[in-house]
T-cell receptor, first 113, second 110 residues
């Protein structure tokens, strides 16, 4: 669920290494999941999504893994670059349609050059 | 293609002054529209959402209000700003599951 009042957890990664950002969701009825990237001073931007009938989906340098058994979602970024430094939010939705999206806490990714 | 416009980008307002932030969407009709607030270093807090003209749902009690005078226009307002209203305000529209966000307005109440 949302934790809007908490400071964001931070993940520091060396440039070139792989990053793994984790997210736990609470609603077992959620069947559509999205990862967003928010750079400083900008609005969140869509990265990748996955539906509950899949457990893995790959994009360009990013992979999302879904474990419905433990209600866990992860975003893997390969060969992390300085431009990947941002806050990453997971989001869940029921039905993948016009329902409210629930956002996770967010994780701040810092890439060390 | 669909686009979302939000303005102004930054705003400094004195305590007690009114507020009006505007958001418009292009390239879609009857969108679900949302206002979020984000405190520095924090997550996203849903303030209001609207599924149609004149239809506003408030998520949290607060000093703000929202209106939807036209299908693709969503306005966030306040009659008298408080210091605690400072933050980063984001408008979003929902298409086919996910959200598209505006560029945000950084509001500082002094």
């Amino acid at each position: 669920g949302e934790s809007v009042g908490l400071h964001l957890p931070t993940l520091s990664v060396q440039e070139g290494d792989n990053s793994i950002i984790n997210c736990a969701y609470s609603n077992s009825a959620s069947d559509y999941f999205i990862w967003y990237k928010q750079e400083s001073g900008k609005g969140p931007q869509f990265i990748i999504d996955i539906r509950s009938n899949m457990d893995k989906r790959q994009g360009q340098r990013v992979t999302v893994l879904l474990n419905k058994t433990v209600k866990h979602l992860s975003l893997q970024i390969a060969a992390t670059q300085p431009g990947d430094s941002a806050v990453y939010f997971c989001a869940e939705n029921i039905g993948g349609g016009y329902q409210k999206v629930t956002f996770g806490t967010g994780t701040k990714l810092q890439v060390i050059p | 293609s669909q686009t979302i416009h939000q303005w102004p980008a930054t705003l400094v307002q004195p305590v007690g002054s009114p507020l009006s932030l505007e958001c418009t969407v292009e390239g879609t009709s009857n969108p679900n529209l949302y206002w979020y607030r984000q405190a520095a270093g924090r997550g996203l807090q849903l303030l209001f959402y609207s599924v149609g003209i004149g239809q506003i749902s408030s998520e949290v009690p607060q000093n703000l209000s929202a209106s939807r005078p036209q299908d693709r226009q969503f306005i966030l307002s306040s009659k008298k700003l408080l210091l605690s209203d400072s933050g980063f305000y984001l408008c979003a529209w929902q298409g086919n599951g996910g959200y598209t966000f505006g560029s945000g307005t950084r509001l500082t109440v002094v």
